[in-house]
C-alpha cells in the first residue's frame, strides 16, 4: 500500500502511529488504521464504468511489474504449489473417502495447468467484488481491500475479471442447466481483453497462458 501510495495509485492510505509505525497491537490482536475513502459499492456497473476499472487494473500491474515485496514469504502467492498444498491440507481436514477422490481429481486437473516460469509477475489485487471498488458520481474512485493482494502472474487480475459464461449461469443455478448445453458467451470476456490491452499490452507467453491462468484462478476458488 505504502509503495501503491507513493506512486499516486488509487488506493486508501494507511496510518502510522504514534511510535512510527503502521502496525499496532490491540488486545494480543495487531491492526492497521486506513484512510476513508468515499464513494458507492455498484453491484452492476455500466459498460463505461467497467472500462475505468479495466483501466485501473491494467495500471496496477504496470505499476507494479518489477515490485518485489519485503515480506512475500509471509502471505499466500497464487501458484500451482499453493494451490496443491491448500487443496491437501483441507482433504487431510474433512478425512473422508469423498475428500480424497475430490483431492486426485483436484492434481490431476492442476497437472494440465502449464506455467512457465518466463510467465512476468507483480503484485495482483486479486479480488474485484463490487464491495471492493468505489465510484463517486458515476466515475472510479478507488480500489480498496487489499487483503487478497499477492506477488503471482500478472494476468490474475485480468484472469479475475474475466467471466466467460451467459449472465444465468450463476454458482446457485448451474444446477438447473444439462451437461451438453451451451453455457458460453465470450464476447464479454474478448472486450474485457481488448479494454485491458489498451493499457498494458500482453507479451506472447501471456496470451499463451492466460487460460492456464484463469483455470488456476478457478481452482484457487475450489478451495
Partial sequence: IKFLNEKNYTCPTQYKNKQGKFVGIYRNKPFIIFEFMGGKHLKKPNKDQKRQLIRRVAELQNITKNYHPLYKKYRWNYDIDLCKRLAQKEAKKINT???????????????????????????????????????????????????????????????????????????????KFEKDVNIFDFSESKWIVSEYIKYRPLKNNEKKYLFDVFKLTIMLDCI
Avoid: M, Q, R
Avoid at 497437472?111 to 458515476?138: A, R, T
Fill in 97 to 175: 473417502p469423498n475428500s480424497i477422490k475430490k483431492l486426485k481429481w483436484f492434481n490431476e486437473e492442476l497437472s494440465k495447468i502449464k506455467l512457465p516460469k518466463s510467465l512476468p509477475k507483480g503484485i495482483c489485487h486479486c479480488d474485484f467484488h463490487s464491495s471492493n471498488v468505489l465510484f463517486e458520481k458515476g466515475k472510479f474512485k478507488a480500489i480498496i481491500d487489499f487483503d487478497d493482494a499477492n506477488y503471482t502472474f500478472l494476468i490474475f487480475d485480468l484472469a479475475s475479471l474475466i467471466n466467460p459464461f451467459i449472465p444465468a449461469f450463476e454458482w446457485n443455478t448451474w444446477l
